[in-house]
């Protein structure tokens, strides 16, 4: 099974930033779609960003223009940089991986808290 271990979350203040770190045990993780997301107790899981084998990239509305995803494959490392961070960005933060694209997300990380106060 591919592992995911996500790293980085914390405190900040509104308008402050966050890098995220995931980091995954697959062997060919260079071929995964990899992704983040987010959830909020009560509430569905939100798609975040998404990056793919070509470092194609997508994001939510909601982050466009402040959050970045990357990745680097000689350390199975895929990041989030959050800028400009607003008190409704405050979530549980999931890493996950589509090892065998289009297919889904497949394998998720255990999640890493962000909160942004106000």
């Known amino acids: 099974q591919v592992q995911l271990e996500e790293s980085g979350g914390g405190w900040v203040q509104a308008g402050g930033s966050l890098r995220l770190s995931c980091v995954a045990s697959g062997r060919t993780f260079s071929s995964y779609y990899m992704g983040w997301f987010r959830q909020v107790p009560g509430k569905e899981r939100e798609f975040v960003a998404g990056?793919?084998?070509?470092?194609?990239?997508s994001y939510a509305d909601s982050v466009k223009g402040r959050f970045t995803i990357s990745r680097d494959n000689g350390k199975n490392t895929v990041y989030l940089q959050m800028n400009s961070l607003k008190p409704e960005d405050t979530a549980v933060y999931y890493c996950?991986?589509?090892?065998?694209?289009?297919?889904?997300?497949?394998?998720w990380g255990q999640g890493t808290q962000v909160t942004v106060s106000s």
């Open positions: 990056i793919n084998w070509g470092s194609r990239t």
């Open positions: 996950a991986a589509d090892t065998q694209p289009p297919s889904g997300y497949d394998y």
